[in-house]
């Protein structure tokens, strides 16, 4: 069983117009929404489903600067900026707490990979990121039977809870004035003259300057019958929790095939972090030729399955008009099964690892949709082809802890004004001016 996210209940009666319409109500979606309330723009979201319901409440809900793409590195310290005032900004509970991140070295090989990423990423940005010996790593993970040489430490990563952070923050967006309806598809987008002029959902027509696409693993559908392209592969992401433990870890960590984040209950979310799936659906054929250049070092573990999902999307329609049901009233919430072998190898890894979880009792696992670039990086960015037409998806799994950030960029975008960060390495046209090996030759 998925995990629910905190209740929501949206607005009742849809305006006929806005200055910006937001489609998707994840993390990325209700950020992009609050930043634009605070600055007075008149802003209205719609989600198809619930607030959060995707993987936006099904991530390990870590807030993570380390190992990051360095394209991401000035976007994620602006995040985490964010996130550490955030339960003061959104008057509610978000999870967030400031508990560090460890990426456990067992070998030589695994520390000098780990010294190569601060060498040339993180001491350029200045980030708090240090490689700590064998003794500290015992202070930080105690009991472990594996004689770790050391680990990649961040002391000020923190971590929170999914299924609290976006409706906590579409709360606020709401207090802020925006607008925010659930059960509500957008079925696509109106132009006039070229650009964006209007969004039509299945409750009716909003009249807007500007769309923002937040859509997740949703974002290619929606743009491929907007004829506009986004190279997204879906990935699916196996996730456990555990009941209440007490085992003394409170840093969040991982290993070789196991990961862990402490939860606010006490429980702990657990996941493999070395394997994922990818589905073998009828649009993967026209996406496999772009990752290949990419997919074996960004994805060195994605597993490929043939399965019935074929079928579903088989069926499910990649055109239509704006006048007939879509996709997004079809399926309102995107609900994969786990992958239940890998869900067990990492609790086995796990307790392999630090017999402080021998008695780990696993009280629910599933599955998340992540929208994955060739490149591993998001696309967030204005469509050239489209003015008014914005897109801030492809997080890769990278986007719970980049989300505040994002939604920072993409509300800079939308007003025009001095970005946050260089937008440069998120643009769309990188995906189709060739520009995206470049960029990736000199990362």
Same mark, same amino acid.
């Given at each position: ?63 993570? =600067? ?119 598809? %957008? ?47 879906? %990935? ?82 990649? =055109? ?124």
């Amino acid at each position: 069983m998925a995990p629910q996210p905190d209740p929501f209940t949206g607005d009742e009666k849809l305006p006929a117009r806005a200055a910006v319409v937001v489609i998707g109500g994840g993390i990325i979606g209700t950020s992009t929404a609050l930043e634009l309330a605070e600055r007075g723009v008149d802003v209205v979201l719609c989600e198809k489903g619930i607030i959060a319901g995707e993987q936006s409440s099904r991530n390990w809900g870590w807030c993570r =600067q380390m190992g990051r793409d360095p394209r991401e590195i000035p976007l994620i310290q602006e995040s985490m900026r964010a996130w550490r005032g955030m339960n003061e900004r959104v008057e509610a509970e978000t999870g967030y707490r400031e508990c560090g991140i460890l990426y456990f070295c067992e070998t030589e090989d695994d520390i000098a990979t780990r010294e190569r990423w601060l060498d040339e990423h993180a001491r350029p940005h200045q980030l708090a990121s240090r490689m700590i010996g064998a003794e500290r790593t015992e202070e930080l993970a105690p009991g472990s039977t594996i004689k770790f040489k050391g680990a990649l430490y961040t002391e000020n990563d923190g971590r929170a809870e999914p299924q609290k952070a976006a409706p906590a923050i579409a709360q606020a967006a709401r207090r802020q004035g925006a607008k925010i309806f659930t059960g509500c598809a %957008v079925r696509g987008i109106e132009k006039q003259a070229g650009r964006v002029s209007s969004v039509i959902t299945e409750k009716g027509r909003i009249d807007c300057d500007a769309v923002v696409l937040a859509g997740g693993a949703w974002s290619r559908r929606f743009c491929t019958n907007a004829q506009v392209e986004l190279q997204a592969l879906n %990935v699916i992401s196996s996730v456990s929790r555990s009941q209440k433990l007490d085992t003394g870890l409170e840093t969040s960590a991982a290993g070789k095939g196991f990961a862990y984040r402490k939860r606010l209950d006490g429980s702990y979310t657990v996941a493999h972090g070395g394997v994922s799936v990818a589905d073998i659906v009828p649009d993967s054929f026209r996406l496999f030729f772009p990752f290949l250049p990419n997919l074996r070092e960004e994805w060195p573990y994605l597993k490929l399955r043939l399965g019935t999902r074929f079928l579903e999307e088989a069926r499910m329609a990649r =055109q239509w008009s704006l006048d007939s049901v879509t996709p997004f009233e079809q399926v309102r919430i995107l609900d994969p099964e786990p992958v239940q072998w890998i869900v067990a190898e990492s609790v086995r890894n796990l307790k392999a690892a630090f017999p402080a979880f021998q008695n780990i009792k696993i009280a629910e696992t599933w599955a998340g949709c992540i929208d994955v670039t060739p490149d591993a990086v998001p696309v967030i960015s204005e469509v050239d082809e489209i003015p008014g037409f914005f897109i801030a998806s492809g997080f890769s799994g990278h986007g719970f802890g980049i989300g505040p950030g994002a939604g920072k960029l993409m509300a800079d975008l939308v007003t025009g004004g001095p970005t946050c960060v260089d937008p440069t390495p998120f643009r769309h046209s990188r995906m189709t001016d060739g520009s995206r090996a470049a960029m990736m030759a000199e990362v």
